[in-house]
């Protein structure tokens, strides 16, 4: 990493820019990382550029594109690494050395085993200068999923509740639509335009007719011909799912899960218009899904993040198991009373310093309603 005394102010102001611009591909580059990349010369911006779509170009040929002729001698700032292997495009690294760039900035090293310090030894080894670090803990905001899982090959759980100020999910009746406005809603469907896979269980399907998709529009940076559905691993356990149930109605892609042998899995109804697969789970000590596993299963999977949005039983397997990496958790100014159903199953601690401490990332108001943000340590480890 570079002293942090090399950087000028002019350098954050451009870096801070290619954050900005990195941000605008957060609905559009899933599994890739957000990406943003200014080119500057004689501190004029000669070219900008983010990534927006995996397999599409990265962000440093947008900008290069932009600045043409004027990259070389000019600056680069980027947000990640650029990278050095050939994937579905060429490597970012020679984009730069052959356009002639005497310096480039790099907010973080990209922990991808492909990359891994290799894009900046290039950079170097053909004599630009190259100083890493700057704004690096914004640049790690970015992208929590695609980092997590570079260096632990497992998703990041994002786990998704709504609960009364009394943290009561759902009355005792079982009457839980809305607990929160209408703001806090078309706020879900960001985080869910964000994520890689949505989570739940046959029983929200079924319950609560849930469709787990992404509406277009809520999300208005999109046209809907470009909108990216996550895939929805559903947790079926006595395969309960029909495939008349609306979301298999949606377009795009299913992932069920299952708990005893294939031979013993129902034909699903013929008018599903959903692509559906199958995976089978074992089970935990208490005959539920082992959550761990299925963890480790969706690393074969593109799967950066995973969004969790299902009750408070799927919840608590996940706060009990220490699987969960942030909590999105939205608050309406209700009080339900004692009857209601808590928030969480699991019982009491006897000690309150057993209890697990959150760290509050983010604390707004979303419309009437509260929307706070706090990660976790967890233990989570790759067995692989």
């Not at 950079?123 to 970015?142: F, M, N, P, S, Y």
């Amino acid at each position: 990493m570079t002293d942090s005394s090399v950087f000028s102010l002019s350098d954050h102001q451009f870096m801070q820019r290619a954050l900005e611009l990195a941000s605008l591909g957060r609905f559009t580059t899933p599994p890739n990382p957000n990406v943003g990349c200014v080119i500057v010369k004689d501190d004029e911006v000669v070219g900008e550029g983010y990534h927006r779509q995996a397999g599409g170009p990265h962000a440093e040929v947008f900008a290069l594109r932009q600045a043409g002729n004027s990259a070389a001698g000019a600056t680069a700032y980027v947000t990640l690494e650029p990278c050095s292997h050939f994937g579905r495009t060429p490597p970012c690294a020679d984009a730069l050395i052959n356009a002639g760039l005497k310096r480039v900035v790099v907010a973080m090293p990209d922990p991808n085993p492909k990359v891994a310090g290799t894009g900046v030894e290039r950079l170097r080894a053909a004599g630009i200068q190259v100083d890493v670090g700057l704004l690096d803990t914004q640049a790690e905001a970015l992208n929590p999923g695609f980092l997590h899982k570079m260096r632990t090959k497992l998703p990041y759980v994002q786990l998704k509740l709504a609960c009364s100020t009394d943290g009561k999910v759902a009355l005792a009746n079982g009457e839980s639509q809305w607990l929160t406005g209408a703001p806090a809603r078309e706020d879900v469907q960001l985080w869910r335009a964000q994520s890689c896979a949505i989570l739940s269980t046959a029983e929200t399907v079924k319950i609560d007719k849930a469709l787990l998709n992404v509406r277009s529009s809520a999300v208005t940076p999109m046209e809907h011909g470009q909108l990216r559905q996550p895939l929805r691993v559903i947790l079926d356990r006595r395969c309960r799912l029909t495939g008349f149930e609306p979301l298999f109605q949606q377009g795009g892609d299913i992932l069920l899960c299952h708990a005893g042998p294939a031979d013993e899995w129902p034909e699903l109804a013929p008018t599903a218009v959903a692509k559906v697969s199958r995976l089978r789970l074992g089970l935990d000590a208490v005959g539920q899904f082992d959550l761990s596993a299925l963890l480790h299963a969706l690393t074969d999977y593109p799967i950066n993040t995973l969004w969790v949005e299902a009750g408070s039983t799927l919840a608590t397997s996940f706060w009990q198991q220490q699987l969960i990496n942030e909590l999105v958790l939205y608050q309406a100014p209700l009080l339900l009373g004692a009857d209601a159903k808590p928030m969480l199953q699991a019982g009491g601690l006897s000690q309150l310093s057993k209890a697990p401490r959150w760290q509050w990332q983010d604390v707004r108001q979303i419309g009437e309603d509260l929307r706070l943000i706090a990660s976790f340590n967890i233990k989570t480890q790759s067995k692989r």
